[in-house]
C-alpha cells in the first residue's frame, strides 16, 4: 500500500484570494494534507511593521484574527480540498501571533496572554473544522470563546498514518523562548517526540514550522531567519534520535521548496521543505515569478518519492530507499 501526502505552507487570503495551489494538489488525489504553518498571516507576510498587530487589544486582535481565518475557509479550492482529504495542521509565527514570535516569552509579558488565549481559541476551531465530517463550515461566532480558558490545540501529538508511519505534529511557537537559543520545543514536548521516535514505528514525518538548519540564500533574508540550528540543544538531540531511526522533517517557513540532509550515511535526518502556497510576493529571488509551492510524498514498502512543485512545474525530485536510507536526488529546475 503507498501512501499519499501532500504538504505545503504560507497561504494569505487578503493578499492572494484565489489560490489554485488547492486545485493542484487535489489533482494529485493525496490522502493526506499537512499545513505546516502560517496558514494565514496576522501581520503582514514579510513580517514588517508589527507595532499595529502588538498594540491591538486583545479583542481586536481577535477580531482581526478570526476574519483572517474565516477567509481562508472561504477559499473555494481550499474548502474543497480540506473537505475531501484528511488535514492536519500546525501552527508557525504568523498564524499564532506574529513574525519570530516565541510564546514563552508572550506569556510572560502578561499584556499578551489574551492574545495568545484567543490564537489558541481560534487554532483550535479551525483544526476542528477541517476535521468536521463533510467538510469545513464557518468558525464559531467569536463570543463563544473564552480566552482565559484555551483548549489544549493538539500539538506535540503523534498521528498514526498506517503501514508504520507516524506524523508528529510540532509545536514550535507555544513553548519558543529568546529567539529559540533557549528553547524552540521545550523540553516536555522534545523529549516526548524523541521517546516516539525510538519507541517504534518504521518511518517518522516531523512537521516542523521552520528549517532544520540555514543554507546561504536562507542566511541572505531580510531577517537571517529562524531554525533549529538557533537552539543547538534541541537540534542536535533531535539529530541524535534521528541517526537512530528512519526520520524526514516537513517545513515550511522560507517561502520556497528546497531538499536537504543532516547527520551522516544510513543515519541521515532527511528534510523536505515547500514554502509559498498562496503568495505573489517572496522573499528569495530564485523563487520570484512562481507561485504555488507544495511537495508530495508517496511512500512506499520499499522507497519515498519526493516532489516538490510550484506553478512552473516540478522543482526537486528525489527517491530515499527505505532500507538502505540513501537517496537519489533527480533534476532541479
Not at 484565489?18 to 487535489?26: G, N, V
Not at 481565518?69 to 508557525?92: E, K, M, S
Not at 514554502?275 to 515569478?289: K, T, W
Not at 509551492?293 to 528525489?318: K, P, Y
Request: net charge negative; charged share 20%; hydrophobic share 40%.
Amino acid at each position: 500500500m503507498t501512501i499519499t501526502l501532500a504538504f505545503t505552507a504560507c497561504a494569505e487570503a487578503s493578499q492572494r484570494p484565489e489560490q489554485p495551489i488547492w486545485d493542484r494538489i487535489a489533482a494529485a488525489h493525496p490522502d493526506h494534507l499537512v499545513l505546516l504553518g502560517d496558514t494565514v498571516y496576522y501581520d503582514n507576510w514579510d513580517g514588517a511593521n508589527m507595532g499595529w498587530l502588538q498594540d491591538m487589544s486583545a479583542h481586536d486582535f481577535a477580531v482581526h484574527a478570526h476574519a483572517r481565518w474565516q477567509r481562508q475557509l472561504d477559499v473555494p479550492g481550499f474548502r474543497a480540498l480540506v473537505g475531501q482529504v484528511r488535514t492536519h495542521a500546525i501552527w508557525d509565527d504568523h498564524d499564532f501571533l506574529w513574525n519570530n514570535a516565541c510564546g514563552a516569552q508572550a506569556q510572560a509579558a502578561k499584556v499578551y496572554a489574551g492574545h495568545l488565549g484567543f490564537s489558541r481559541c481560534l487554532f483550535q476551531a479551525f483544526r476542528a473544522e477541517l476535521a468536521r465530517p463533510g467538510g469545513p463550515g464557518n468558525m464559531p461566532p467569536l463570543n463563544t470563546f473564552d480566552q482565559t480558558k484555551p483548549p489544549e490545540i493538539g500539538l506535540g501529538d503523534a498521528v498514526d498514518l498506517g503501514e508504520g508511519v507516524q506524523l508528529h505534529l510540532t509545536d514550535g511557537r507555544g513553548f519558543k523562548t529568546t529567539g529559540g537559543h533557549k528553547a524552540l520545543l521545550g523540553a516536555t514536548q522534545l523529549n516526548l517526540l524523541r521517546e516516539r521516535m525510538t519507541r517504534g514505528g518504521a518511518l517518522h514525518l516531523i512537521a516542523s514550522g521552520v528549517v532544520f538548519e540555514s543554507d546561504a540564500l536562507w542566511k541572505q533574508s531580510h531577517d537571517k531567519g529562524e531554525t533549529w540550528a538557533d537552539c543547538p540543544s534541541e537540534h542536535d538531540a533531535l539529530l541524535d534520535t534521528a541517526a537512530r531511526c528512519k526520520a524526514l522533517m516537513l517545513s515550511g517557513d522560507i517561502h520556497r521548496n528546497r531538499l536537504a540532509r543532516y547527520g551522516a550515511t544510513g543515519k541521515w535526518l532527511y528534510e523536505a521543505t515547500a514554502s509559498g502556497a498562496a503568495l505573489v510576493d517572496f522573499m528569495m529571488p530564485e523563487a520570484q515569478g512562481t507561485s504555488d509551492h507544495w511537495g508530495l510524498l508517496r511512500i512506499g514498502a520499499d522507497r519515498i518519492e519526493i516532489e516538490l512543485r510550484h506553478s512552473q512545474g516540478i522543482t526537486h525530485r528525489a527517491m530515499i530507499d527505505r532500507t538502505t536510507w540513501d537517496w537519489k536526488v533527480g533534476p532541479s529546475l
